[in-house]
């Protein structure tokens, strides 16, 4: 996975002033965009699509300093007028064009990166891989933005928005794996983008929805693989180290990549006060 990242990033630097064909990268490596996208924004810390606005603008900063006149150096890098350029231009450096032609900055340079394998093995990963026929996830969904760290506030107000006894509702329709009440993350951005929007699910999975009720959101799972990550520890903050560990220790390790589908948390067990928990993340993957 790393040498395939590195490719990326060479793709990246040769399509600056060009479209960027990231599937047909993918194809040619052998793996997915989905895969390629989401294991570079865990790694990297931004979305592709952020890392190659930020080199456009580093390296445009060179010709802005320049003699070349601005719709030129706009339209060169995919922008279609100087005030879209102007704007990105102000969102990468923190400064207008005009102050940088005046000041000759500030400038804020994005270097190209380099993705390196560091061998540590401190995080034990507590995996299984299972083969499941198709099953459905019912419940009670709503858009929710993307928060990487810490407790998402809007998921935690739609959960205490649902009654005691809506509870006890839906664990009793729970009857495969995933087991029990569940965690559903769909719709998400490839990119992995903090902040975009994605579909929270908070339900259990059920092999067909004859018996349930109209009121109830369905999101329809097909038959695949899962690596089945288990988690115990203060909550969330295990999950999201573990979540975290799946893109920087598993996947580069293991003959796995992600396809597209929701991920779920399983609680297993939990505090009172759910400090802490014991925890499955269900990803869903195919071989590479």
């Known amino acids: 996975m790393i040498a395939e990242l590195n490719k990326l990033v060479e793709l990246v630097e040769d399509h600056l002033d060009d479209d960027l064909d990231v599937a047909a990268l993918a194809s040619e490596l052998g793996t997915t965009e989905y895969h390629l996208r989401r294991m570079f924004s865990s790694l990297a810390g931004m979305p592709l699509s952020e890392y190659v606005r930020r080199r456009r603008m580093s ?14 150096i706009a339209v060169r890098y995919g922008y279609g007028s100087t005030e879209a350029f102007g704007r990105a231009f102000r969102s990468v450096h923190g400064a207008s064009v005009g102050d940088v032609k005046r000041n000759g900055g500030p400038l804020r340079t994005q270097p190209q990166l380099r993705f390196r394998l560091t061998v540590e093995g401190n995080i034990t990963m507590h ?4 083969d499941r026929p198709a099953f459905h996830l019912v419940g009670h969904a709503t858009r929710v933005p993307l928060i990487h760290e810490g407790i998402n506030p809007h998921i935690q107000s739609h959960i205490a928005s649902l009654p005691a006894a809506e509870h006890a509702r839906l664990r009793a329709l729970s009857d ?10 769909a719709d998400v951005d490839p990119d992995y983008t903090e902040g975009s929007e994605l579909t929270y699910l908070h339900g259990v999975a059920v092999t067909g929805i004859d ?14 693989t899962w690596a089945v990550f288990r988690t115990e520890g203060e909550y969330p903050t295990a999950l999201q180290e573990a979540w975290a560990a799946t893109a920087t220790d598993w996947f580069p390790s293991n003959p796995w990549r992600l396809r597209p589908g929701p991920s779920i948390v399983a609680v297993l067990d939990r505090a009172e006060n759910f400090s802490t928990a014991t925890c499955e993340l269900w990803l869903p993957v195919e071989g590479a």
């Open 59 to 72: 390296v445009a900063a060179a010709k802005v300093l320049g003699d070349d006149d601005l719709l030129s």
């Open 127 to 130: 995996t299984r891989i299972t």
């Open 176 to 185: 495969t794996e995933p087991a029990g009440l569940l965690q559903v993350s």
């Open 211 to 224: 018996t349930v009720d109209d009121d109830l959101d369905t999101i329809e799972v097909p038959a695949g």
